[in-house]
């Protein structure tokens, strides 16, 4: 570590080059051994339901199998009759949500859409940043107006939604996104108080909240952060139709091969199942059945989280050494060691973001895109990325913070 000291950061970023590193930090995916504890999800041979009996090799139960619905209605904080258990993709029930919303107006909604006309009726939604760059890609792909709103440690900056409510574009908000436990990517998760104010704040009729569980049980330390029953919030203040609570498997059992989920007041439930009539004559209920039972409760699946985070810990553990090490007090980086989720999210000195990921890139360590973490790809200060230490190695967890930190120190420099 010392003679490593001694070097001149040149000479370090010579000696990463002549590693011919070749490490993939893009995206938060489990790794192998997070996916081998879900293994016994491929040996189950049960094919009729638990809870009535019903032959789930066949058609039928649009709305998700029961015992699924009671189970991750139990996971989202929502009773069953309004929880739908769906197909694989969390992200898939957000993108037509938000196509069905430009195309059909919703139960309470007195405005019409059209994106690629006049200004006037196009929908703007708000964006807390950084963000999921998924997010922004629905609404850049359907011309969707995005306003970013920084993301405090405590949620999104309420005086800067109200002022977009209040201002000349509030009668055009028709939604937000929220990732309001362990955000991707800083990690936060929302105070009570900005729960509360999410809930009842004024909006235009019509005006929806994603609220991104993608998170919700992914704890790193114990106790896990506590987030405040958002649909219960919303129902006190009368706005029972503000949330879409939206979650999926993807980062508890199999990433893409899991289950999605929609919970939703009655009026949202029944409005989102006249396209999904349409849509599907079902979800795989096979893959509901093994989801049920092999997670079985609500305990299970906590139990089951401890295991994930005794093998991704030490990573995030590591990755947060290395950069306390190369950046602590250099005054160039600030970051939050996260308590759950996938992430880790540094904010640099100003302009130097995409100059880090790519001098990283010529050291062969793929980063995620600077600036994926605002709306257009486009960070207006040049300061945001992301790390995700899950699916590499510890070893190469090491190296796949060294290299970006040194990049840093170098990109800080120029
Ligand atoms: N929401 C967030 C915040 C995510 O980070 C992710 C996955 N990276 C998703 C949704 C996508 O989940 P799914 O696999 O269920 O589509």
């Known amino acids: ?47 009729r339901s638990i809870q009535d009996g019903a032959d789930c090799r066949n058609y039928g139960y649009l709305e998700g199998l029961p015992e699924a619905r009671k189970l991750f209605g139990e996971y989202l904080g929502m009773p069953a009759e309004l929880t739908y258990v769906l197909g694989n993709s969390s992200l898939a029930v957000m993108h037509d949500l938000v196509v069905q919303m430009l195309m059909r107006q919703l139960p309470d909604e007195e405005r019409k859409w059209d994106p690629h006309h006049e200004i006037r009726y196009r929908p703007v939604m708000l964006c807390p940043v950084p963000g999921y760059d998924r997010h922004f890609s629905i609404c850049e792909r359907y011309g969707i107006e995005m306003v970013s709103i920084p993301l405090t440690d405590q949620g999104p900056d309420m005086d800067a939604v109200e002022s977009v409510l209040g201002g000349p574009k509030g009668h055009r908000v028709f939604g937000m996104w929220c990732t309001p436990k362990y955000s991707n990517p800083s990690g936060i998760t929302y105070s009570r108080d900005v ?62 091969a899991g289950l999605a989920m929609l919970a939703a007041s009655p009026r949202n439930l029944a409005w989102f199942r006249e396209s999904l009539f349409v849509r599907t004559i079902g979800a795989d209920k096979l893959n509901q059945l093994r989801h049920v039972e092999f997670l079985y409760s609500m305990k299970g699946i906590r139990d089951h989280m ?109």
């Open 1 to 47: 570590m010392d003679a490593i000291a001694d070097l001149s950061l040149r000479e370090r970023f010579e000696r990463l080059r002549a590693m011919k590193l070749d490490l993939d930090m893009t995206r938060g995916k489990p790794c192998a051994e997070q996916l081998d504890l879900s293994l016994p999800l491929l040996t189950s041979r049960r094919t």
């Open 195 to 256: 729960c509360q104010q999410l809930a009842s704040m004024k909006t235009a009729p019509g005006f929806r909240i994603f609220w991104d569980l993608a998170y919700n049980v992914h704890d790193l330390e114990e106790p896990g952060d506590e987030l405040a029953n958002f649909f219960e919030l919303c129902r006190a203040v009368g706005n029972e139709d503000r949330p879409f609570i939206i979650g999926s498997t993807s980062k508890i059992t199999f990433a893409g």
């Open 306 to 414: 401890r295991k994930q985070a005794a093998i991704i810990k030490p990573k995030f553990d590591a990755m947060c050494e290395v950069f306390d090490r190369e950046l602590g007090g250099r005054d160039i980086a600030s970051w939050q060691k996260p308590r759950g989720g996938y992430f880790v999210a540094l904010k640099v000195k100003k302009g130097c973001a995409k100059k880090t990921v790519s001098l990283a890139g010529e050291l062969g360590v793929k980063m995620t895109p600077a600036g994926n973490t605002h709306p257009y790809g486009k960070d207006p200060n040049d300061e945001w990325f992301r790390c995700s230490p899950t699916f590499p190695p510890l070893e190469e967890v090491r190296l796949g913070a060294e290299v970006p930190a040194v990049c840093l120190r170098i990109a800080a420099e120029l």
